[in-house]
């Protein structure tokens, strides 16, 4: 497909999903506003419409909690998802907003990158007042991380449901469920077999084949994961004195390692002070970072805040660090053979979710194997940054070769390219335009 007709083609998918203020990330199968999502949708809105893409990141706004947390999900206020509503419970909080229902966690810290890259679209004294307008939401979004999730200030955000990572099935997430956190009777339910009875109830199963979503018993144990949240409130402090479901998660802690350096920079831009406080704390992440570091393997992986020991899965999490961008040259090096490796993630459409020798490894069930357009955009932003122009430049024809062959599905096969998940996704196709037009 010429660059052009893959531009209207994705602009086509953007159009469908708009819903005037914020963007659906795929219509049937999430008819919500989901946060990072929308951080994606805008970086590449910026390219054919800046208002639309600064109306997208505001309108994230509207979700935000007192206490500063921005939820993973602001809820569409159509009747038809009463149920939705229901399942998270917002209002027990007295923290979450009075005018929408929105889920009760969050979801990776994309918000300042978004923010900057709009503001690259601006003239600088528009991109001021932009700033000066985001500013306050991040500062508050970043000081409830550091506040809410990192109680004992040891530099390493703490994650309390795998929704919460992006990477909802992921390796460690499902092991470190296995290990301390499914509940008696979902087991009792898998020992039984009973678990096709829940497929009466899933709904996403109705939009995707069930082989490439995750498995019932993950999914009921998520929920009853959700539910333990949703009793506690969403009170971090009473939830981690009692559940065994938490991890430090990688990806997410990358991402926040950017994120902190676009903060700085944004309030440098509009002449703020970050608080000291906080420049300690955001310092102490990057040291942290470090941590997770696996000299036999040459690996980072995420580490178990209940065991406090490093879960040793090869995921997509694993490259992170190179868009994080802390990390030494020399530990950047090791991450990119990793990236070439066949073994590992060199594969025919890059980059698999799932290191290919994994014994998770499968083509097509959501984050464990397919290759996502999201998390190939942030590896290649850290690949040029790391002075690896010519993998990131491979890395750009590859993704994109894979969706003008397939569309712009929400992920594809690492090994064939073929497409699955949900169709027209909106992620996919707003980080198309902006690979083809960056
Ligand atoms: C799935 C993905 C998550 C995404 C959401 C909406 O839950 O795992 O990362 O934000 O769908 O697209």
Redesign the pocket.
């Known amino acids: 497909m010429e660059p052009k007709t893959l531009v209207d083609e994705a602009k086509n998918v953007l159009k469908r999903n708009d819903h005037g203020r914020w963007m659906v990330?795929?219509g049937n199968l999430?008819p919500h506003q989901?946060l990072?999502?929308s951080c994606f949708i805008a970086i590449g809105l910026r390219h054919i419409d800046v208002e639309r893409a600064q109306t997208e990141l505001r309108s994230l706004l509207r979700g935000q909690w007192k206490n500063g947390m921005l939820p993973?999900m602001i809820f569409d206020s159509g009747q038809a998802y009463r149920q939705d509503r229901e399942l998270w419970r917002s209002y027990v909080s007295p923290y979450s907003p009075e005018q929408v229902a929105t889920s009760g966690i969050t979801?990776p810290p994309m918000l300042a990158e978004a923010v900057v890259r709009v503001g690259e679209k601006l003239k600088i004294a528009e991109r001021r007042s932009w700033y000066a307008n985001m500013y306050p939401a991040i500062l508050a979004y970043h000081e409830w991380l550091y506040r809410d999730r990192d109680p004992h200030k040891e530099g390493l955000v703490i994650l309390l449901h795998p929704?919460e990572s992006?990477?909802?099935n992921s390796p460690p997430w499902i092991s470190e469920l296995r290990k301390h956190s499914m509940p008696w009777w979902v087991s009792l339910i898998e020992r039984l077999h009973l678990d096709g009875l829940i497929n009466l109830v899933r709904r996403d199963n109705r939009h995707v084949p069930p082989g490439q979503r995750m498995s019932n018993i993950e999914a009921l144990a998520y929920w009853a994961a959700l539910r333990r949240l949703r009793r506690k409130a969403y009170n971090s402090e009473a939830l981690l004195s009692r559940s065994l479901f938490a991890v430090e998660d990688l990806a997410f802690n990358c991402i926040l390692v950017r994120a902190n350096s676009h903060l700085r920079q944004i309030a440098k831009t509009i002449g703020h002070v970050v608080p000291d406080e906080l420049l300690t704390r955001m310092e102490n992440t990057e040291k942290a970072l470090e941590q997770l570091w696996d000299e036999p393997s040459g690996q980072y992986y995420s580490r178990s805040f209940i065991s406090h020991k490093i879960i040793e899965e090869s995921t997509i999490s694993t490259l992170l660090p190179l868009y994080g961008g802390s990390v030494s040259k020399e530990r950047a090096t090791r991450l990119v053979d990793l990236l070439k490796n066949r073994k590992y993630f060199g594969t025919s459409y890059p980059v698999p979710s799932v290191a290919v020798n994994s014994s998770y490894f499968d083509e097509f069930k959501?984050?464990q194997g397919p290759s996502w357009v999201n998390t190939n955009w942030l590896i290649m932003d850290g690949l040029s940054r790391y002075g690896y122009e010519k993998e990131a430049e491979i890395l750009r024809q590859r993704t994109l070769e894979m969706v003008a062959k397939n569309g712009f599905n929400?992920y594809f096969s690492p090994l064939s390219g073929k497409p699955a998940g949900a169709p027209n996704?909106s992620?996919t196709a707003a980080l198309t335009i902006d690979l083809l037009k960056s």
Do not use: I, K, S, V
């Open positions: 990330p795929a999430y989901w990072w999502d993973n979801q929704y992006g990477l909802d959501y984050w929400e996704f992620w």
